[in-house]
């Protein structure tokens, strides 16, 4: 009995990349095995022997599969990270953050922007799955939808959920504190002397909304004091946030309402934009607003605002690095992590 | 003499993935050629046939191999897109209308930013190939980088190149016309009366400061003019366009120049910063200043600015429809298409 014997781990010639690691061992005159290891592990391989294989590699075209090179060197070097949405600064940030981390781990980042849809966050994790990352970053507006995409994924490595908070143990999650950022925003304008403050808000199912204003109550409540007004617009943008203006104007006319906590700054410019409308009414002198987010809608007022800065970097490194411990390391306990804003002051809450 | 056969296309157990296309054959009690069809053509198999074989797949957690599927199916779903700079809203735009486009037919886009640097660039177009994209698009600094990378590279589908002009003929480019982009500045300078420029660029070895100002000198040619001053200073950030600006202010302040072109917004700001500060000069009383771009610095600055905004969305879309065309057609010719850039008019400019 003949039989043909192919060696270990080499692909056939023809199966699915017409060029295979086996012709390009006949071509060098060495086995499969050095050509896989002049991919994979060039410190045990000889000089000579690396520039033969890599001349017969150029000369056959043959490209290297990127998902059997990861699983056969142990790690893949990429990790995959899904934003919620490119047009807004913070999730850049993160971005930024992940690839400073990575670069200094001799990793790779590949994006996919879901712009919040649910069938685009599962189309990416299934395309970053089938590509072999070592791992997932995952920012989405819903914990209840990453649960889905955990139980129902098919990704080896980590998932790592960013920007929301859950602490149930099951995965890692890095998230940016936003009750402290409420509470930040409060106490600047209490420092600056306001005493009378209104809270502009958002739909109550939006988590973090829910926490920012829990931060605002907190602050008011340890200078003995209560919100004058809790408004929740039906969104947190800057239409919405030019009726709360319309809808404020007489009453901070009339002085019951010197300082606006907006959980936005789309709300808040949309707030002073209302205001610089009404006459007799001047931001900062006659009431301080504060927004939230510190991006281009918070220079882009009328009035720059004065807004909370979350640390978008800060976030990215964090998961890159959780998620590497955690693919390193099996005996790996989930964290959750919270990171703090940061108040930034612009003329809107000048005194 | 007898042998052992395996179904054409099929992945031998334990090869790569633990789990193999011939186990999820065995449970389903199916031929592997038939699980392939279920993962690629799944019009040619029955909906009962169909089910068995999802259920096999996940009891084993076998996972479909992206690259071997794309292969397989003909075209990968995905398309690769790296860009220079998130931080940049330019580029933003370009991914977000590269998505709209991928997602009207049914693709995908995987993101990589480089921030600039050659090593990343490299990196990504080598990692974004091996996981087998339809095609590459790129916005590089440098053509003859993206030459090189052209030669090297082992991709197979459309390497498309943008935000870069290049025309001849070897693979197609999608660019943003800076010469009509410096023009409409000038013009629009000229258009409120202003009529002795000065236009302030960079290194001559940036193209497109080189075009912008090539469109600023036939738009004054237009008019019977030449610019009053032409300055390039060391690179084009808001620090050295602070220093043009007190470089011109006396100059200003004298009555010799009435309108700057800027070629980027950062540069706008930082000279209109430092007119601020110098008492007698207002803008856009005294002079009119434009910038390049209509990024974050032109609304970010004291007076907000009137700028030239580049289409990005549109060369996003445009790149993802040449890629598409040239993967689907063997004869396609390659195109260097330019898109026209359009004038925001904001304060800076007011007459």
Redesign the interface.
Known sequence: ????TTAP?ATKRG???GVGITDVAALAGVSPSTVSNVLNHRERVAAATIERVERAIELL?????????S??AGHS??IGLVLSD??NSLF?DI??GA?RAADELGL??????S?GRLERED??VE?????RVRGLLLTLNDESHFREIAARS?Q?GPLILLNLHADDGRFCTVSIDNEAGGALAAAHLLATGRRRLAFVGGPDSLQPIADRRAGVRRALASAGLAAVAEIGPEWINRADGWQVGRMLAPRIAAGEIDGVVAASDLLAAGIVQALAETPGIRVPEDVGVIGYDNN?AA??APV?LSTVAQPGEALGETGVRLLVAESDDPTHRHQAVRLDPTVVVRRSTER
Chains 1, 2 share one sequence.
Not at 1 to 4: G, I, L, P
Not at 61 to 69: T, W
Not at 127 to 131: A, G, K, P, V
């Open positions: 009995m003949t039989s043909a781990g199966a699915v990349d075209g043959y490209v290297p599969n990127g998902a059997a090179r699983l056969v070097r990429s490119l047009g850049v971005a930024r690839e790779s980042v590949v994006l996919a922007n712009d189309r990416y395309l970053l799955t089938e590509s098919r080896r281009q220079w882009d720059p």
